[in-house]
């Protein structure tokens, strides 16, 4: 499955530049579609994958040719709507048949008759609290971007020079994207309301961070604090560090927002400080599962040795200490591990071809 993750890759990028807001007080629903020329085993000509915010929420492959629930709740959608499960399945393959189509056109259109070729899609809307909605089109070609929609302008916005092509035609024909505008707005609304509705428990649910300060020397360099934060959902979150109680940004460094396998997320911020001034640091974290935000020191009667110090925390916190480094590790073990496993597939593949 490595070379299907690869390819899915596009489309999680998608998803994490697309998903905005804070907490719960907006959501996305996003399909991701994906075409390969030549089929392997674990790697079907089609795969489909819908997500509901940040959950996988149903997969369909024409190996398997049935709609699959992913998310636990997702199986209570099939189980009181056989029907609109059925209908949405049809149109699934509808849309794998008519799409495949147009995956020749482009292959014309590049002069790609042999080889190993993808083509992928991304249909998606948004709903926020107060009411506003938005939606985004975007094809891709061989991992990147192909064209999109303007949802302000209905523009259509070309990738590369072949890709004009195809603009061209669709702006002769304006109703198209007058008509997608239409859908998006109406029914790709109407499903997302739908869905959340189903799973409010799991996605409405908050998770609070489990916070670690660590810091080390490096021999005549300046020490590094390193702020670790994990366990926690939804996955919007402040971090920042404080020096005297006042917001420090010089040389903060993130690591990002990634997911755990348990549906939450980690993330770290560190900064390179004087050791002279290593009280004068707090990590503060917001969280909308945190009454209040949290403001984690260290223990200064320790002295360097380029080891975890013991942060000032709660006892629940100190308890999962132990836990938090375990699958801060295992984490970081499994990325390393699917990249070796997708850089190893993609070289045998570019050596076939």
Same mark, same amino acid.
């Given at each position: 499955?490595?070379?299907?993750?690869?390819?899915?890759?596009?489309?999680?990028?998608?998803?994490?530049?697309?998903?905005?807001?804070? +907490?719960?007080?907006?959501?996305?629903?996003?399909?991701?579609?994906?075409?390969?020329?030549?089929?392997?085993?674990?790697?079907?000509?089609?795969?489909?994958?819908?997500?509901?915010?940040?959950?996988?929420?149903?997969?369909?492959?024409?190996?398997?040719?049935?709609?699959?629930?992913?998310?636990?709740?997702?199986?209570?959608?099939?189980?009181?709507?056989?029907?609109?499960?059925?209908?949405?399945?049809?149109?699934?393959?509808?849309?794998?048949?008519?799409?495949?189509?147009?995956?020749?056109?482009?292959?014309?259109?590049?002069?790609?008759?042999?080889?190993?070729?993808?083509?992928?899609?991304?249909?998606?809307?948004?709903?926020?609290?107060?009411?506003?909605?938005?939606?985004?089109?975007?094809?891709?070609?061989?991992?990147?971007?192909?064209?999109?929609?303007?949802?302000?302008?209905?523009?259509?916005?070309?990738?590369?020079?072949?890709?004009?092509?195809?603009?061209?035609?669709?702006?002769?024909?304006?109703?198209?994207?007058?008509?997608?505008?239409?859908?998006?707005?109406?029914?790709?609304?109407?499903?997302?309301?739908?869905?959340?509705?189903?799973?409010?428990?799991?996605?409405?649910?908050?998770?609070?961070?489990?916070?670690?300060?660590?810091?080390?020397?490096?021999?005549?360099?300046?020490?590094?604090?390193?702020?670790?934060?994990?366990?926690?959902?939804?996955?919007?979150?402040?971090?920042?560090?404080?020096?005297?109680?006042?917001?420090?940004?010089?040389?903060?460094?993130? +690591?990002?927002?990634?997911?755990?396998?348990?549906?939450?997320?980690?993330?770290?911020?560190?900064?390179?400080?004087?050791?002279?001034?290593?009280?004068?640091?707090?990590?503060?974290?917001?969280?909308?599962?945190?009454?209040?935000?949290?403001?984690?020191?260290?223990?200064?009667?320790?002295?360097?040795?380029?080891?975890?110090?013991?942060?000032?925390?709660?006892?629940?916190?100190?308890?999962?200490?132990?836990?938090?480094?375990?699958?801060?590790?295992?984490?970081?073990?499994?990325?390393?591990?699917?990249?070796?496993?997708?850089?190893?597939?993609?070289?045998?593949?570019?050596?076939?071809?």
């Amino acid at each position: 499955m490595g070379l299907l993750h690869c390819l899915l890759l596009w489309g999680a990028a998608a998803l994490l530049l697309l998903a905005g807001g804070s +907490g719960s007080s907006s959501h996305s629903l996003q399909d991701f579609f994906t075409f390969v020329t030549e089929p392997s085993p674990g790697l079907p000509w089609f795969t489909f994958l819908k997500y509901v915010d940040d959950q996988p929420f149903v997969h369909y492959d024409s190996n398997v040719k049935k709609l699959l629930p992913v998310a636990p709740w997702a199986k209570k959608v099939k189980q009181a709507e056989p029907h609109f499960w059925e209908n949405w399945t049809q149109r699934i393959e509808f849309s794998a048949s008519f799409h495949n189509t147009t995956f020749v056109d482009l292959r014309d259109l590049y002069n790609h008759s042999e080889g190993f070729h993808t083509m992928q899609m991304n249909f998606g809307c948004s709903l926020s609290e107060d009411g506003q909605k938005g939606w985004n089109i975007l094809y891709g070609y061989d991992g990147r971007d192909y064209l999109s929609l303007d949802r302000e302008t209905l523009n259509w916005t070309a990738g590369d020079k072949t890709a004009e092509v195809t603009k061209r035609q669709l702006e002769t024909t304006p109703f198209i994207a007058e008509n997608i505008n239409a859908s998006m707005e109406q029914e790709c609304i109407r499903s997302l309301q739908k869905f959340v509705e189903y799973g409010k428990e799991s996605l409405h649910r908050t998770e609070p961070p489990v916070v670690k300060v660590a810091w080390k020397t490096g021999g005549d360099s300046p020490e590094t604090l390193v702020c670790r934060v994990h366990g926690f959902y939804p996955k919007e979150i402040d971090v920042i560090w404080k020096k005297d109680g006042v917001y420090h940004l010089p040389d903060a460094l993130s +690591g990002g927002i990634l997911p755990n396998s348990d549906g939450t997320y980690y993330t770290w911020l560190s900064t390179e400080i004087e050791s002279k001034d290593r009280d004068r640091y707090q990590c503060q974290v917001e969280h909308s599962g945190l009454l209040e935000p949290l403001d984690i020191t260290w223990n200064d009667s320790e002295q360097p040795r380029n080891r975890i110090a013991t942060p000032i925390l709660t006892k629940r916190f100190k308890a999962l200490e132990a836990s938090f480094e375990k699958a801060i590790r295992k984490s970081e073990e499994r990325i390393l591990q699917r990249l070796e496993e997708m850089e190893q597939r993609i070289t045998r593949l570019i050596k076939c071809h």
